[in-house]
């Protein structure tokens, strides 16, 4: 699974008399759906994903299963303008927000190359 990382942060328990006083460090992520390998690149791209009332959809794990950051690139079309549809000069560091697909970046390390493939 492919996700955004926007939030880590830790619960606090305020009955420390319970067995588990210390609680797991949580991440609040923000789902991509994973498209098939494209052909001519050998990449996979991602979109992210919405409810029906037009929010991402977002869950909390555990951060210990995060595995590794996953480098993205924006899916351009043509050209690069194609990404800017609605007028937003789309920048390194607004991409994720403005940006709907993506290239994983299965070369961008041999981990990375190893974890998708």
């Known amino acids: 699974q492919v996700g955004q990382l926007c939030l880590i942060f ?3 328990q305020l009955d420390k008399t319970k067995s588990n006083a210390h ?3 949580l991440a609040y992520v923000e789902w991509f759906h994973l498209n098939p390998i494209d052909q ?3 990449m996979f791209s991602v979109k992210k994903l ?15 299963d995060i595995v590794q ?8 079309g043509q050209k690069a303008a194609n ?3 609605i007028g937003i000069q789309i920048t ?3 991409c994720i927000e403005n ?7 299965s070369f961008h390390t041999k981990s990375t190359y190893q974890t998708v493939f």
């Not at 950051?69 to 351009?76: A, E, G, N, R, V």
């Open 23 to 25: 609680p797991k460090h």
């Open 50 to 64: 919405y409810d029906d009332k037009g929010n991402r959809k977002g869950g909390i794990i555990e951060v210990e």
């Open 69 to 76: 950051p996953c480098p993205l690139s924006p899916k351009f």
């Open 99 to 105: 940006v709907e697909t993506f290239w994983i970046n």
């Open 83 to 85: 990404l800017d549809p």
């Open 92 to 94: 390194g560091e607004n």
């Open 40 to 42: 001519d690149t050998n």
């Open 10 to 12: 830790r619960p606090v």
